[in-house]
């Protein structure tokens, strides 16, 4: 197939498949999600992936009816329906088909959706060119939720500058970005925000931390300002489809690149690492 659509156990290509009216992803964005890449039929850190999402359905209370294995295993048979060796594997679970009512509908099984399409894998030299907003997001951002819509804004301002990325802040101290997290690097020291409510625990980011020990560069998890930022040797955003990715522009203005060694040796780090777990 050239991509793959998977709801409730039914499969077809994407724009062919179709879904409930009454879903609650439709009417509230009640549902979680969790993505990652694959390469030669191997779903990067799925495991790590599907863990996440797990804790995400608990944290809003949706029974998902089936366990980790079980998923992963559903995962791992659709990969190799895809005729692509780099793919996007996205999955998300509503809380049900029920009819509109803001209380949870009672009885009602999750739904499971799956979409698998080609994505070629982009390379680590290319410099972001990021802005930044206010972060109006609601206080959940530990959940991968499909509510969406504020990074949705963020992420077409950021387009609409010929920019990459958003980076979101709370007043001055900086959360993430629209679609990934951000971290600075400052006189050898990783500062990265620390995982609570205000974040998504990127699985990315874990890994850049994991880099970083590795290579004994001391890492930081405490809030960092918008000074910092805008003062940061460099300026890292991290996400499951981009892995290390270095800003030259933010607002407009220079920055970044007063560390370009440290930035060659986390981004070789974690690229070994990722050409080693799919047998690249």
């Not at 892995?243 to 407009?252: I, R, V």
Request: proline letters at 4%; hydrophobic letters at 35%.
């Amino acid at each position: 197939m050239q991509n793959l659509g998977y709801y409730n156990g039914k499969i077809g290509l994407i724009e062919e498949m179709m879904i409930p009216m009454n879903d609650r992803a439709c009417y509230f964005g009640d549902g979680v999600y969790d993505a990652t890449c694959c390469k030669n039929g191997v779903i990067y850190l799925l495991e790590e992936h599907i863990d996440r999402f797990f804790n995400s359905a608990g944290l809003m209370r949706i029974n998902l009816g089936y366990t980790k294995a079980e998923l992963a295993d559903i995962l791992n048979s659709l990969v190799k329906k895809v005729d692509a060796d780099e793919l996007f594997v996205y999955w998300q679970a509503s809380r049900g088909t029920a009819k509109r009512n803001h209380i949870f509908p009672t009885g009602v099984p999750s739904n499971l959706y799956i979409t698998i399409t080609p994505a070629p894998l982009k390379g680590t030299d290319h410099r972001l060119k990021l802005i930044t907003r206010e972060d109006t997001r609601f206080l959940h951002c530990n959940v991968k939720t499909i509510n969406l819509l504020p990074s949705v804004m963020a992420a077409q301002e950021a387009e609409e500058a010929g920019c990459d990325e958003c980076v979101l802040h709370r007043g001055e101290r900086v959360t993430e970005c629209a679609h990934s997290n951000v971290s600075i690097i400052k006189n050898g020291i990783l500062k990265t925000h620390p995982c609570d409510h205000y974040i998504l625990p990127g699985i990315a980011r874990a890994h850049l931390i994991k880099a970083c020990k590795k290579l004994c560069i001391p890492v930081d998890e405490t809030p960092f300002t918008m000074d910092e930022l805008r003062d940061a040797d460099e300026i890292i955003v991290t996400s499951s489809s981009k892995f290390f990715l270095c800003a030259d522009e933010l607002d407009g203005k220079p920055c970044g690149g007063k560390a370009p060694e440290l930035t060659s040796a986390l981004c070789k780090e974690i690229m070994d690492e990722f050409h080693s777990y799919v047998g690249a």
